[in-house]
């Protein structure tokens, strides 16, 4: 019975030794949305995604108002013109509409590849100067603000890390 005691006591001090374990890692976080909102080249890569999407849009809306009086004209002739030629119209009608709807897919497409390329090539360009950082403030791990569930301000380094990359981007 003894035996039996001294075990179960030794096992219990051996369990609640295990929660004392402290890390000396310092983990940081960053907000990367904010940090390629607020640098130099950051503003850069969006103004000239908006500038590439407002052309598009644009064209796309110019499309769109021709279809719709191509539509409309269509509406008004319904009961002059022959079955053959009204249905023949409904038909050129419905492949520019198809070709509308690839080129909006089209450009969508182009848009969203413009910006993934346009982005890694940031954080390809940017990555050097965070590690820099990092080594100078010995900072083992850093985490995207969006995967931090709560912590310390402090532990946010992104404005530092935005003054950084515009002084070695200027």
């Not at 064209?59 to 009961?79: G, T, Y």
């Not at 080129?103 to 820099?132: H, T």
């Amino acid at each position: 019975m003894k035996l039996i005691k001294i075990i179960f006591l030794t096992t219990i001090i051996f369990f609640l030794n295990l929660n004392l374990v402290q890390s000396n890692d310092k983990v940081f976080f960053v907000n990367l949305d904010l940090l390629i909102k607020e640098t130099n080249v950051g503003k850069l890569i969006l103004k000239d995604i908006e500038q590439l999407n407002e052309k598009n849009i644009l064209q796309l809306k110019k499309k769109e108002n021709e279809l719709k009086s191509l539509d409309s004209e269509i509406k008004k002739k319904q009961n002059i013109i022959s079955k053959d030629e009204f249905d023949k119209e409904v038909n050129r009608l419905k492949q520019n509409i198809q070709k509308f709807n690839n080129l909006k897919n089209r450009l969508v497409s182009e848009i969203e590849n413009k910006k993934n390329k346009e982005l890694k090539e940031f954080f390809i360009k940017i990555s050097p100067v965070i590690q820099n950082y990092m080594d100078n403030n010995s900072i083992d791990i850093l985490l995207d603000q969006k995967n931090v569930f709560m912590s310390k301000k402090s532990s946010d380094i992104t404005a530092t890390l935005i003054e950084e990359i515009n002084k070695k981007f200027n």
